[in-house]
């Protein structure tokens, strides 16, 4: 069962699902990660920091996918992959900013809380987006 899930390449949708959670949860610690410190330490706004955090996260979100989530590839070419993966991870930064916004200005929630809330909402989106898009 180890193997399965770590090693074998797969197609199954339960163990790709499995992989893909953990590789978010990676990505999301450079991301939350550098939210926090573009917004703490060098003073940019949260909106401007979480999207060039998404952006780290997504870069590293891709390379994992690409290396251990998903095997059967629909696009052959890996730079038309790439944009339309990124073209998946801007409509997912678009929801994640509306989220983080309205959870931050509209319910009052600190604005790392919001960014956990969002990248819940937003993992649902990404993950069917790319495995229905791009690795089916």
């Known amino acids: 069962m180890i193997?399965?899930?770590?090693?074998?390449?797969?197609?199954?949708?339960?163990?790709?699902?499995?992989?893909?959670?953990?590789?978010?949860?990676?990505?999301?610690?450079?991301?939350?990660?550098?939210?926090?410190?573009?917004?703490?330490?060098l003073k940019l706004h949260y909106l401007v920091s979480a999207a060039i955090a998404s952006l780290i996260g997504l870069s590293i979100n891709y390379s994992l996918c690409v290396l251990w989530v998903f095997e059967k590839r629909t696009i052959k070419s890996k730079h038309v992959e790439f944009v339309v993966f990124a073209l998946i991870g801007i409509v997912g930064l678009v929801l994640n900013e509306l989220f983080i916004w309205f959870f931050t200005e509209v319910t009052?929630?600190?604005?790392?809380?919001?960014?956990?809330?969002?990248?819940?909402?937003?993992?649902?989106?990404?993950?069917?987006?790319?495995?229905?898009?791009?690795f089916r």
């Open 108 to 134: 009052g929630l600190h604005y790392l809380v919001s960014k956990s809330i969002s990248t819940m909402i937003v993992f649902s989106w990404n993950f069917l987006a790319k495995k229905f898009t791009l």
């Open 3 to 41: 193997t399965k899930l770590f090693k074998k390449k797969t197609n199954n949708t339960l163990i790709q699902l499995f992989r893909y959670t953990s590789v978010g949860g990676i990505a999301f610690i450079f991301d939350f990660s550098s939210l926090y410190i573009l917004t703490e330490y």
